[in-house]
């Protein structure tokens, strides 16, 4: 069965500060992955995702992440942190074709703080 | 871009009730959707897949009696916790999947806190 870690319960940065969210992924096959960010009371809202192709992918709000499939990670990353960004942040996997259910890690609280 | 509403935002009931949530999809077809249920400070998990027109799959350890999932229509999808009891009190996220924008067709409503007294 397809799954996802993050490793970190909460992440802190200071504003203007580079950040990065870790996730690992465990699937057979190729792999769809995918970030979304939860603020309070509210639902899930989606970020990027990566299928295939470039490693590096561009997603809403300046957020980007890469997909290593030698150390099966697909890390978050923003080079300039804003408080606005504080928030819960999900990896999530989708085994591949034919499938269609997500699968989400625990999430990781992210602060940034002024 | 799609629109998923889903209602109450919160509610609270008394022990041994049921309630209903809804979820809507405002703007697209939603031919399956998903509930899930958030603890405090956990993931979301996945409760039950319901596709338009047939009985919902529920995910291993979920109560079918218990959570009732209807979606008659390709817009609506609700689900009732029937007998609620304080441990029943959670976050609930509904999904729904618009087959036309492929893996990025996933749009979750804004979730209902469920608080069983």
């Known amino acids: 069965a397809q799954s996802v870690a993050q490793p970190e319960d909460q992440v802190n940065v200071a504003e203007g500060n580079p950040l990065t969210v870790k996730c690992t992924y465990s699937?057979?096959?190729?792999?769809?992955l995918f970030w979304y960010v939860q603020y309070p009371n509210r639902g899930l809202q989606f970020l990027l995702k990566?299928?295939?192709?470039?490693?590096l992918v561009k997603g809403s709000y300046g957020f980007e992440a890469e997909f290593n499939k030698s150390q099966t990670s697909f890390h978050l990353k923003k080079p300039s942190a804003l408080v606005s960004d504080s928030a819960l942040y999900f990896c999530?996997?989708?085994?591949?074709?034919?499938?269609?259910?997500?699968?989400f890690g625990k999430g990781t609280k992210l602060s940034v703080i002024p | 871009g799609a629109v998923v509403s889903q209602h109450p935002s919160r509610v609270i009931c008394k022990s041994g009730t049921s309630v209903k949530i809804e979820c809507r999809s405002l703007?697209?077809?939603?031919?399956?959707m998903f509930w899930y249920r958030q603890f405090p400070k956990q993931s979301l998990m996945l409760m039950a897949t319901?596709?338009?027109?047939?009985?919902?799959?529920?995910e291993q350890g979920v109560e079918k009696d218990k959570f009732l999932i209807n979606h008659a229509s390709l817009t609506l999808s609700t689900l009732t916790v029937t007998s609620a009891h304080p441990e029943d009190s959670s976050f609930y996220i509904c999904?729904?999947?618009?087959?036309?924008?492929?893996?990025?067709?996933?749009?979750f409503g804004s979730g209902t806190r469920l608080t069983v007294v």
């Open positions: 703007d697209f077809q939603a031919t399956t």
């Open positions: 999904s729904a999947r618009d087959w036309q924008a492929g893996l990025e067709g996933y749009t």
């Open positions: 319901s596709n338009e027109g047939s009985k919902a799959t529920y």
């Open positions: 990566y299928i295939t192709g470039d490693n």
């Open positions: 699937v057979s096959g190729n792999p769809y």
């Open positions: 999530a996997v989708i085994r591949g074709a034919g499938s269609y259910q997500l699968t």
